[in-house]
């Protein structure tokens, strides 16, 4: 038990940081004191459900996000991409679209 705790903490932390907020700011939302983000965080316990919802909603994440662990290596994503578009036209056809957006705000 102790081991995925730590691995929500984690996850906690990386929602966290992505959002631009301390935990002293996330505490504010949530109605928390900052020590228990930072147990949270740290694996020390895990958020009740209750909690688990408010962190939900001061992060603008879904609750699975929290318990989302694996990490997807480039080479995977590279793998499972070109099958996709591979085997999807239309797939294809609005990557390519959006690649030319991207590249164009880029320019």
Do not use: C, H, W
Not at 6 to 26: A, C, N, P, W, Y
Not at 43 to 54: E, Y
Not at 72 to 93: C, I, Q, T
């Amino acid at each position: 038990m102790a081991e995925i705790t730590k691995l929500i903490g984690d996850r906690l932390k990386v929602i966290r940081k992505s959002r631009g907020l301390t935990q002293e700011k996330l505490a504010e939302l949530v109605g928390l004191e900052p020590q228990s983000i930072s147990y949270m965080e740290s694996g020390r316990f895990a958020p009740s459900p209750d909690t688990l919802q408010k962190l939900s909603e001061a992060l603008n994440a879904k609750p699975y996000e929290f318990y989302y662990f694996d990490e997807v290596s480039p080479d995977f994503m590279e793998k499972v991409l070109f099958n996709a578009l591979k085997n999807d036209k239309k797939l294809l056809k609005t990557f390519y679209n959006i690649y030319k957006s991207i590249e164009y705000l880029e320019s």
